[in-house]
């Protein structure tokens, strides 16, 4: 039996930024770099429509690749540049909280988990209206793969995002890969 336990995590984070939006990716390095260590890996992917002075700005905040123009894009070659063990993905603008790694690492059985935040749409009144708990819906904030399992499977397609997500999930099912969703992940 697998013991859920909170367990050491060798990862990094991978910025994706479609807009190449300085201070927004600013903000979120911020928010990395007072949450983890000030050696973790952070790296940023932006489309291949960022100019080359907006490119220079971005590497002075933190390495900086260019994809090309779909998430899809900017997701395969974030990993592919990212980590080489956990890569976690957070948008541009996100404000990321401390302990992210330990929710995961509670949960963590080998490299083929793939893990995502739990996310609820509210009313007025506070009330969960809608739940994002499937991989296809989920957001991409916090989205968690491992280097190696990625690989193994490969690219997400250049399809749209929720369609590349569902063909890359059925891919690594089909290898033995397991979805966790865990609530709480805290990204903003």
């Known amino acids: 039996m697998t013991q859920f336990v909170k367990k050491e995590l060798s990862f990094g984070f991978v910025i994706i930024s479609p807009e190449h939006n300085i201070g927004r990716l600013q903000g979120t390095v911020r928010s990395i770099r007072n949450h983890y260590r000030n050696d973790q890996s952070i790296i940023c992917v932006t489309d291949k429509d960022c100019t080359a002075a907006e490119l220079k700005e971005m590497k002075a905040v933190c390495p900086t690749y260019r994809g090309k123009g779909t998430i899809t894009s900017l997701l395969n070659t974030g990993i592919k540049k990212g980590h080489k063990e956990w890569n976690i993905f957070v948008m541009e603008g996100t404000w990321v909280q401390g302990g992210i790694n ?29 739940i994002y708990s499937t991989f296809e819906e989920c957001t991409l904030n916090g989205l968690c793969i491992h280097q190696k399992w990625f690989k193994e499977i490969g690219d997400f397609s250049e399809n749209p995002l929720e369609v590349s997500k569902k063909f890359w999930q059925w891919e690594a099912l089909e290898k033995g890969g397991k979805f966790k969703a865990v609530l709480g992940a805290k990204i903003l």
């Open 102 to 130: 330990n929710k995961y690492s509670t949960w963590m059985e080998n490299e083929k988990d793939v893990f995502f935040p739990i996310v609820m749409d509210y009313n007025r009144e506070m009330m969960p209206v809608k």
